[in-house]
């Protein structure tokens, strides 16, 4: 069983910069793609990032990309994402997902493993 837990979030005023941690008791950014997801209340999770597990290949959502970095941690029992310059739009709860298993890497349903998720506000 696989089990992920974020952390990270908090509040932030626009154009600041968070970095959220996505913690494994397994070595699971090794051995599977990994995935940063968020979603608004009433909406559909979607996918924001995503890192394969030799890290060399990444997808950013169009929204996200060159103010977020997918990274994994040495040890791969860990997952980041930096995000900077934030914008109010990037407000949301934001999960980790694990085990990609086909289809569009942004569409919840086609991962298998969830963290319980942490909050992102960007306000002024």
């Known amino acids: 069983l696989v089990q992920l837990v974020e952390s990270g979030g908090g509040s932030v005023q626009p154009g600041g910069s968070l970095r959220l941690s996505c913690g494994s008791s397994q070595r699971t950014a090794s051995t599977y793609w990994m995935a940063w997801f968020r979603q608004i209340p009433g909406q559909e999770r979607v996918g924001v990032a995503a890192?394969?597990?030799?890290?060399?290949?990444?997808y950013y959502d169009d929204s996200v990309n060159g103010r977020f970095t997918i990274s994994q941690g040495d040890a791969r029992h860990t997952m980041y994402v930096q995000m900077n310059n934030l914008k109010p739009e990037d407000t949301a709860m934001y999960y980790c997902?694990?085990?990609?298993?086909?289809?569009?890497?942004?569409?919840?349903?086609?991962?298998?493993?969830w963290g319980q998720g942490t909050q992102v506000t960007v306000s002024s």
């Open positions: 890192i394969s597990p030799t890290g060399r290949t990444t």
């Open positions: 997902a694990a085990h990609w298993y086909g289809g569009n890497w942004f569409t919840s349903k086609n991962w298998d493993y």
